[in-house]
């Protein structure tokens, strides 16, 4: 399985430890990132964010499956103040750097929604498929799948590669 990454210009210098953390936990080949911005139809000038289903339905709209878009402004989805990212089964992600403040919290994110995007939901174990609504709860969370995680992605998709 191969993932697309895109990214807007801000976003550049997370791009290659995004991708060697999500090879490395997924086994998933990640391709060469290309720079793309959000485009302003999908900015909600109220809220000052990034409308994030909106951002997702465009690339999904282009097919190229999954995605992973690494986005520097604030995103939401309806009834949420704000997310971190937003992930659709089989298709493809988005994730803010906005507020994740170190580079270990925007990997993480990424693992999570990532692993939104291969079929895994929200986890109660030490692992990094837990749900957290704030930074705290995201620095808390480790950065690794648990095994049970890790044994219902083998079911799900065998041809994925990973330890
Ligand atoms: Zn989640
Ligand atoms: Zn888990």
């Given amino acids: ?14 791009l ?6 999500l090879e490395r936990t997924y086994g ?9 911005e959000p485009p302003r139809e999908a900015f909600n000038a109220r809220r000052r964010q990034f409308d994030a289903s909106a951002l997702l339905n465009i690339l999904a709209r ?13 995103i939401y989805v309806k009834g949420m103040n704000f997310v971190f990212g937003v992930a659709l089964f089989g298709i493809g992600a988005v994730l803010s750097t906005h507020r994740l403040h170190s580079l270990d919290l925007v990997r993480k994110e990424a693992i999570h929604e990532i692993g939104h995007v291969l079929g895994l939901s929200h986890c109660e174990n030490e692992c990094v498929m837990q749900f957290s609504n704030s930074v705290a709860e995201a620095e808390m969370k480790p950065s690794e799948l648990c095994n049970e995680c890790k044994n219902k992605l083998r079911k799900m998709l065998p041809s994925l590669n990973f330890e």
């Fill in 62 to 74: 282009e097919g190229r499956r999954p995605f992973l878009w690494i986005l520097s402004p604030d």
């Fill in 16 to 21: 290659s430890a995004v991708g060697i953390a």
């Fill in 28 to 36: 998933i080949e990640v391709r060469e990132a290309l720079e793309r």
């Fill in 1 to 14: 399985m191969r993932l697309s990454m895109f990214h807007d210009a801000r976003s550049r210098g997370v």
